[in-house]
Nanobody
Framework: VQLQASGGGLVQPGGSLRLSCVAS????????MGWYRQAPGKQRELVAV???????KYADSVKGRFTISRDGAKDTVYLQMDSLKPEDTAEYYC?????????WGQGTQVTVSS
């Protein structure tokens, strides 16, 4: 399984970015897919996760600002990030779970700065 993440970049506070994660197999074959992030000197944390029935959960820090969605035809999961704050600056990682195994994509850097 391969996960290809993209969409990071530099954005001003209050701006938006959309991250994409393309999977090498059907996204419905995973028990969950989601996004994590890791800022320098901090532990990796869950940002958002979506399960096959479409239910999504978010970290409290991003609720109301971030939206996770998916496109089964493209085997892609998205993370729409609005109203970005400097504290959202981190490396963002795509994650997928299947059976007892977790798969990780490479990180994509998000920097929120004026």
């Amino acid at each position: 399984v391969q996960l290809q993440a993209s969409g990071g970049g530099l954005v001003q506070p209050g701006g938006s970015l959309r991250l994409s994660c393309v999977a090498s197999r059907s996204i419905y074959s995973f028990k969950h897919m989601g996004w994590y992030r890791q800022a320098p000197g901090k532990q990796r944390e869950l940002v958002a996760v979506i399960i096959p029935n479409g239910e999504a959960k978010y970290a409290d820090s991003v609720k109301g600002r971030f939206t996770i969605s998916r496109d089964g035809a493209k085997d892609t999961v998205y993370l729409q990030m609005d109203s970005l704050k400097p504290e959202d600056t981190a490396e963002y990682y795509c994650n997928a779970g299947r059976g007892l195994t977790d798969y990780w994509g490479q990180g994509t850097q998000v920097t929120v700065s004026s």
